[in-house]
């Protein structure tokens, strides 16, 4: 196992108890714990450099701007791409929407299709959900094979000229699967369409070459990767994003505004309206460097190995069954399972007694919950900074849960 | 772990795995449904009430044993009450599950003497995030009682 | 002069220096600086209680939910509302978006209007042109009176059943006038339509009773009033948010999600799509506890007496020419100028080698800029840490700038 | 002070306030328009190019003293001259404003040689934020040029 055990001590929450036990954080699919160099960075930001950017001719205004500037180069080299090719967002969600309003609600019409999978988050099925609704558009799914992966042998049958958005996620949250992507974006293209990436799971996960992926857009949160809240990224191919509009209106993101028209500015500022999060920015820009610095193959192969040594103890555990792929070259590290007739919420309140935290719920994928005829599951998820006696405990804490639900 | 043997009782792991009045009424009833978007608990009731009173009811739902269990141990309350003893009875329990919203009307030298099985909740309030849970069923009764009231 | 020095040793960087001189941050209009408790419950967050929230049955989930909430409680309280009538967004550019998208598309028709004012920065313009466009509705605006107020005297004129949208700011960032907030929202309702305060300026420098205000809908920015970048927040009436729809989908903001259709959360919550800035709010709560600490009111006392000193001593400067009203009781602390032949950027450039920090450009605010008349201003702008020795060595530099340029 | 005496130096506040072959032109010409959104700087030049020459210029424009100095500036360096050699101006000006490409092509000991009035644009290399004012005439130059080359 690659071990990178001595990381834990640049997360200052890692020492702290819960219900006087140590934590062990096992939610990193829903939000990740920050290292020490993140907040450091956005400390320094406001003691140092806070101002408003690109509007300045003063000093803090100059540094700020090249600290958000910068760390924009940062988070695109992190994918492999060019600053001119990411805009910063809220987040995922937002940048999905953005995509559904900037580009789905002008080049939809009544009796188009968009295909998703039906092992989406739920901000990869609403705004096309709402974009249908104004357009007249429909939205299409594909269901899952035996072994919880995308089922693409009946692509044929969805596939038409219709299609004008193909959008699905790069790693379900849920099940942990990876999704077909090289035959996904493929599709997409043959049929005119755009191919949109969910990567929130992806890109932290993985080693992304954003360009070699074939598809056309691709959205990532900075929450789910060492970096701080209220900040995601957009990535669109050049010609993808001067074809798409502006989501958003206000300052920054004109060119001219008069009183009846306005022009936008050059990509990648027209998506960014308003005051940007510029801290965030930064905290973001510190982010990709430590996990730069770690190694982002280093990462890959510890989760790796952490989910083969979870998928093992768990399946040692009577009544326990595992929702997602048991190939680890075929998922990531979030692990959902359920225990016998114990609700997941049950048992995550059971764990979080031994400073366990694990997620109950449905995910916000409900389509794939009720695809999986189940209401629920609970989700133990893995980052750099989880180390196998963590595994230990919870495997332990589940048998302690069977016995105070009497199961035998 | 002196919480979680307090949270789950006997009683509400029983409740749990046999819950009372599951199904739906035929005929002439009022139906709610409840439900928590964040962990996804559902429960569907039907309600006949006559001349004030419940006379049947049934209950259909799925989520964690506290709001299962909570939902069908309200069925063994109120049924064959009258909807005057229900408000009163939900004034209770509310109180009972409120953290620092009044007294605990709960009389603690004579379990079940004022609430019934419905004591056996008591332990949420120390799982303060599990509150809802043992809500629902009393939401759901609410919106039930208000469709007969009009 | 109401004296809040004592407050400066709480902003870590009005202790830093510029050009080897001591910070003079004359740029609040633009973006404030933070107080040091604002960061310290930010990193709290992070090092203690960093989580999802909403979603989760574990300790740090629900702690995570708690900061989250009552920050929520804690801004609502600040403008003398409830929190479940605040949505927390990205800023105001993003509520006001919001409002367009999730009020404006569903309600305006062709030949519908949306009445504006000419001082409104492009947060409250570029949102609305892009609904016309897509709705067919127009815009129309109210031009200004000779002290730089809106002029109302024409209102009949522009006035009638057409207009469903009357949006407009409480307080410009430019010439720092205060707008007729009573005389619009008025007029906004006797002809059923929505009223929409462009609050950004108004709420950090003022004592906002919103339900008193008439207003159907606000929006404002925590960067703007000592708290951190990456969130704002939108409020509305109770019934406005109800007939609002949300502009964005996503986790969260849903009750029950089915392949092809969804059902929202209750309000605030379906304006809320994704994993919202948590950090953010946490810090936006440590903000207007600060500012409520210190007493809106004696804010207000120490902005007036400044910004009166400030227009006194600027009157001493030959060739200087303010864009904004001279009374301060119809104006906050922003002070536009021009001077002379010396264009603001460059004014901006040689005041900056004197450490001190004033904006210089259209503000984001291109029409009033034409309609003045002027390519750009520069801008002095105060908080409650100005103290007027600032004003002295702004007058000081201006001097200075006269000097380079060959003004006599 | 240094810096703002190299910045604003007597030739830029010349040019800024005597700016060289103000107006339009009547007749065949091309037309570009540059602006810089952060700013509010604006750029409009009128270009006739014959047989690879340009022959007549005309700018329009308002902005800091820096964008407006080096219009003017550009104006007095492009009249007269052959597209190719503006072509070498411009990269030798662009690489002056550059803060580190390239070596700066300004002959120090005989200022003036290599750019003539334009070499006293150099200080703004210490102000950054200010480069892109000195820039803008140029780019709506590079715009004007590839229309006469298409
Ligand atoms: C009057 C006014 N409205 C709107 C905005 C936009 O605010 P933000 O950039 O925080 O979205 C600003 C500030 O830039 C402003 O001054
Ligand atoms: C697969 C997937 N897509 C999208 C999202 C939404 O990301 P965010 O909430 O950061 O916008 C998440 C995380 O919640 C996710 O796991």
Same mark, same amino acid.
């Given at each position: 196992?690659?071990?990178?055990?001595? *990381?834990?001590?640049?997360?200052?929450?890692?020492?702290?108890?819960?219900?006087?036990?140590?934590? @062990?954080?096992?939610?990193?699919?829903?939000?990740?714990?920050?290292?020490?160099?993140?907040?450091?960075?956005?400390?320094?930001?406001?003691?140092?450099?806070?101002?408003?950017?690109?509007?300045?001719?003063?000093? %803090?205004?100059?540094?700020?701007?090249?600290?958000?500037?910068?760390?924009?180069?940062?988070?695109?080299?992190?994918?492999?791409?060019?600053?001119?090719?990411?805009?910063?967002?809220?987040?995922?969600?937002?940048?999905?929407?953005?995509?559904?309003?900037?580009?789905? %609600?002008?080049?939809?019409?009544?009796?188009?299709?968009? %295909?998703?999978?039906?092992?989406?988050?739920?901000?990869?099925?609403?705004?096309?959900?709402?974009?249908?609704?104004?357009?007249?558009?429909?939205?299409?799914?594909?269901?899952?094979?035996?072994?919880?992966?995308?089922?693409?042998?009946?692509?044929?049958?969805?596939?038409?000229?219709?299609?004008?958005?193909?959008?699905?996620?790069?790693?379900?949250?849920?099940?942990?699967?990876?999704?077909?992507?090289?035959?996904?974006?493929?599709?997409?293209?043959?049929?005119?369409?755009?191919?949109?990436?969910?990567?929130?799971?992806?890109?932290? $996960?993985?080693?992304?070459?954003?360009?070699? *992926?074939?598809?056309?857009?691709?959205?990532?949160?900075?929450?789910?990767?060492?970096?701080?809240?209220?900040?995601?990224?957009?990535?669109?191919?050049?010609?993808? *994003?001067?074809?798409?509009?502006?989501?958003?209106?206000?300052?920054?993101?004109?060119?001219?505004?008069?009183?009846?028209?306005?022009?936008?500015?050059?990509?990648? $500022?027209?998506?960014?309206?308003?005051?940007?999060?510029?801290?965030?920015?930064?905290?973001?820009?510190?982010?990709?460097?430590?996990?730069?610095?770690?190694?982002?193959?280093?990462?890959?192969?510890?989760?790796?190995?952490?989910?083969?040594?979870?998928?093992?103890? %768990?399946?040692?555990?009577?009544?326990?069954?595992?929702?997602?792929?048991?190939?680890?070259?075929?998922?990531?590290?979030? @692990?959902?399972?359920?225990?016998?007739?114990?609700?997941?919420?049950?048992?995550?309140?059971?764990?979080?007694?031994?400073?366990?935290?694990?997620?109950?719920?449905?995910?916000?994928?409900?389509?794939?919950?009720?695809?999986?005829?189940?209401?629920?599951?609970?989700?133990?998820?893995?980052?750099?900074?989880?180390?196998?006696?963590?595994?230990?405990?919870?495997?332990?804490?589940? $048998?302690?849960?069977?016995?105070?639900?009497?199961? @035998? | 772990?002196?919480?979680?043997?307090?949270?789950?009782? =006997?009683?509400?792991?029983?409740?749990?795995?046999?819950?009372?009045?599951?199904?739906?009424?035929?005929?002439?009833?009022?139906?709610?449904?409840?439900?928590?978007?964040?962990?996804?608990? =559902?429960?569907?009731?039907?309600?006949?009430?006559?001349?004030?009173?419940?006379?049947?009811?049934?209950?259909?739902?799925?989520?964690?044993?506290?709001?299962? +269990?909570?939902?069908?141990?309200?069925?063994?309350?109120?049924?064959?009450?009258?909807?005057?003893?229900?408000?009163?009875?939900?004034?209770?329990?509310?109180?009972?599950?409120?953290?620092? =919203?009044?007294?605990?009307?709960?009389?603690? =030298?004579?379990?079940?003497?004022?609430?019934?099985?419905?004591? +056996?909740?008591?332990?949420?309030?120390?799982?303060?995030?599990?509150?809802?849970?043992?809500?629902?069923?009393?939401?759901?009764?609410?919106?039930?009682?208000?469709?007969? +009231?009009?």
């Amino acid at each position: 196992m690659s071990d990178l055990r001595a *990381l834990r001590a640049d997360f200052p929450i890692l020492s702290r108890e819960v219900n006087g036990k140590p934590l @062990v954080y096992l939610d990193s699919a829903a939000t990740t714990q920050k290292p020490q160099s993140v907040l450091d960075a956005m400390n320094s930001y406001y003691e140092n450099s806070n101002a408003n950017v690109h509007r300045g001719a003063h000093t %803090l205004a100059v540094e700020a701007t090249d600290l958000y500037e910068s760390a924009r180069t940062k988070v695109a080299a992190f994918i492999g791409t060019s600053p001119s090719q990411l805009a910063f967002t809220r987040g995922t969600t937002t940048a999905i929407n953005h995509i559904a309003y900037g580009w789905g %609600l002008h080049h939809l019409s009544e009796g188009d299709k968009i %295909l998703l999978t039906i092992m989406e988050h739920h901000a990869n099925i609403v705004p096309w959900q709402l974009v249908a609704k104004y357009t007249g558009a429909e939205l299409v799914y594909l269901d899952l094979d035996d072994d919880f992966g995308v089922d693409t042998s009946e692509l044929d049958k969805v596939l038409d000229e219709r299609v004008k958005i193909v959008s699905f996620s790069g790693m379900s949250n849920v099940t942990g699967a990876l999704g077909p992507i090289d035959v996904l974006s493929k599709a997409a293209a043959s049929v005119g369409a755009i191919s949109v990436l969910d990567a929130a799971q992806l890109v932290p $996960h993985t080693n992304v070459d954003v360009e070699a *992926l074939g598809v056309d857009f691709l959205a990532f949160s900075s929450h789910k990767m060492l970096g701080p809240t209220g900040i995601g990224a957009l990535w669109g191919r050049a010609d993808r *994003l001067e074809e798409m509009e502006p989501a958003e209106g206000g300052g920054e993101m004109i060119n001219v505004v008069e009183r009846h028209a306005s022009t936008w500015a050059p990509v990648p $500022h027209k998506f960014e309206a308003g005051t940007p999060p510029i801290a965030e920015a930064v905290g973001f820009g510190a982010a990709v460097d430590y996990l730069s610095a770690v190694g982002m193959d280093n990462v890959v192969a510890h989760e790796r190995s952490i989910t083969a040594y979870a998928l093992d103890r %768990l399946s040692e555990v009577p009544d326990l069954t595992i929702y997602g792929p048991k190939d680890v070259s075929k998922r990531g590290g979030a @692990v959902s399972f359920e225990l016998g007739d114990i609700h997941p919420h049950d048992i995550a309140t059971i764990l979080d007694q031994d400073g366990i935290a694990v997620r109950a719920g449905h995910h916000c994928a409900r389509p794939l919950m009720k695809y999986l005829e189940i209401p629920a599951t609970a989700r133990a998820s893995f980052y750099l900074y989880n180390v196998p006696e963590e595994v230990d405990l919870l495997v332990e804490s589940l $048998h302690k849960a069977r016995g105070i639900f009497g199961l @035998v | 772990m002196a919480g979680l043997d307090e949270l789950y009782r =006997e009683v509400i792991l029983d409740h749990y795995r046999n819950p009372r009045r599951k199904g739906t009424l035929s005929g002439d009833h009022v139906h709610a449904e409840g439900n928590n978007p964040s962990c996804g608990d =559902e429960f569907f009731l039907d309600l006949l009430v006559e001349d004030g009173v419940v006379v049947d009811a049934a209950m259909l739902g799925q989520g964690c044993s506290i709001s299962q +269990a909570s939902g069908s141990m309200m069925m063994d309350a109120i049924v064959g009450q009258s909807v005057d003893d229900i408000q009163d009875l939900a004034g209770k329990f509310r109180i009972m599950m409120t953290i620092d =919203e009044g007294e605990n009307p709960v009389d603690e =030298e004579r379990p079940g003497s004022v609430l019934g099985d419905l004591e +056996a909740l008591q332990g949420v309030r120390k799982f303060p995030v599990r509150i809802k849970c043992a809500d629902l069923a009393w939401t759901t009764l609410a919106q039930a009682l208000d469709q007969t +009231a009009s």
